[in-house]
């Protein structure tokens, strides 16, 4: 089976769509499946410690401002369009409804082979945001729901992202696709390794992991740490990840007085350092009202270490307060408490989050696979009866 991933980012700028396809083509090619990931090219030569595992293919592209993301140009790369015309895709699958989505979509209909889509964001908050107007985001979320409406099967990472895509007026089949997480055992080594490397110390550590966007709700964590701070000065706020806010995040954590208390790693490429980075993580934070999922909460929750979410939000989706997590409201004086109640019981909800939350890559994979090799063989049938 040859599979392409079609993505609009590619490292060394990555968010959580970027790590799902980048999963996805490195279980896939595990099976001795050809799984190609296919983004815009940057100035990224190499892709750290995974070039060698699956094949990748980069088109041309133009950066936006202040944007980690890149406007691809695949129909005018001739180099990009001469390499896709060797490779004899069985299926394409689209993680975006734009750009690289609308490439996805022409090769699928020109060798007639089905097409999968993921939902992975909520696509009408970037564009109110971005354009301040309603008009045009619900114009440009009509032509997203016209995307889905062209494809052969539209998935989504959970339910609660399902229930945004039919917001969005998508009325077809939705099938749920979790995203994995591989299960780890830090050691004790992996513990005093991230705390050396960033000068942790014997503190509390608040861990975010994530673009530095204050739409992922950034400056409720830092007023919130601002209030823990009248009582506790003991704890280092750390934020993990580079994005278009990074200077006024900083700005504004000086201007709260967390300069002492905050950390700030700009994007880790290495792997290790960030599992024991979530390892020394008294508690991740990650009261996102944004995230249709929350792939880093899978990922602490492999480390052992809870998370605080805010209730009814999509990435809370499989949390039971003080169970597995802790859930609290979008306020910074409730986040403040519910940072305060959860150490108290971190190390127990974090070993429960451990058993509950994480799914193996190869397992969610192995269902991926299932799904992709139905739709080829119904797309031959469907071919055939229409000769």
């Not at 799984?35 to 088109?59: G, H, L, Q, T």
């Not at 919130?224 to 006024?248: E, M, S």
């Amino acid at each position: 089976m040859i599979i392409g991933q079609f993505c609009e980012i590619y490292p060394p700028h990555i968010d959580g769509v970027g790590m799902v396809v980048r999963s996805y083509a490195e279980e896939l090619s595990k099976t001795q499946e050809a799984c190609y990931y296919i983004a815009p090219r940057n100035s990224e030569k190499r892709f750290p410690n995974s070039i060698d595992s699956f094949p990748v293919i980069k088109f041309a592209s133009v950066p936006l401002p202040k944007e980690a993301y890149r406007i691809g140009l695949p129909r005018l790369d001739l180099t990009f369009q001469k390499d896709l015309k060797k490779i004899r895709f069985d299926i394409v699958h689209a993680h975006t409804p734009f750009i690289a989505a609308n490439e996805s979509l022409r090769i699928a209909k020109e060798r007639k082979i089905p097409l999968v889509a993921t939902l992975h964001s909520k696509y009408y908050d970037d564009i109110l945001k971005k354009t301040h107007s309603e008009t045009i985001a619900k114009a440009v979320i009509g032509r997203v729901v016209a995307f889905y409406n062209k494809c052969d099967e539209v998935w989504t990472v959970s339910e609660a992202s399902a229930e945004v895509l039919r917001g969005y007026g998508y009325r077809g089949e939705i099938i749920v696709m979790e995203n994995g997480t591989n299960l780890w055992y830090p050691s004790r080594e992996d513990v005093l390794a991230a705390e050396m490397h960033f000068d942790l110390g014997h503190k509390e550590v608040f861990l975010f992991v994530g673009q530095q966007n204050f739409k992922k709700n950034l400056g409720n964590i830092m007023e919130a740490a601002a209030i823990y701070k009248r009582t506790h000065n003991r704890f280092k706020l750390v934020f993990v990840g580079q994005g278009p806010d990074t200077d006024k995040i900083i700005a504004r954590s000086r201007a709260l007085g967390l300069e002492d208390n905050m950390v700030f790693t700009g994007h880790i490429s290495d792997r290790e350092i960030l599992k024991g980075l979530y390892a020394r993580a008294d508690l991740f934070l990650f009261p996102s009202l944004y995230d249709t999922a929350g792939l880093v909460v899978r990922e602490a929750a492999a480390a052992g270490t809870p998370s605080l979410l805010i209730e009814n939000s999509c990435a809370a989706e499989g949390i039971t307060d003080g169970e597995n997590g802790f859930l609290c409201k979008n306020t910074p004086e409730d986040i403040c408490a519910c940072m305060e109640r959860a150490l108290k019981t971190a190390k127990e909800v974090g070993a429960r989050a451990r058993e509950t939350i994480p799914k193996p890559w190869s397992e969610i994979v192995k269902n991926v696979a299932e799904r992709y090799e139905a739709l080829i063989e119904k797309k031959k049938f469907e071919n055939a009866n229409h000769r």
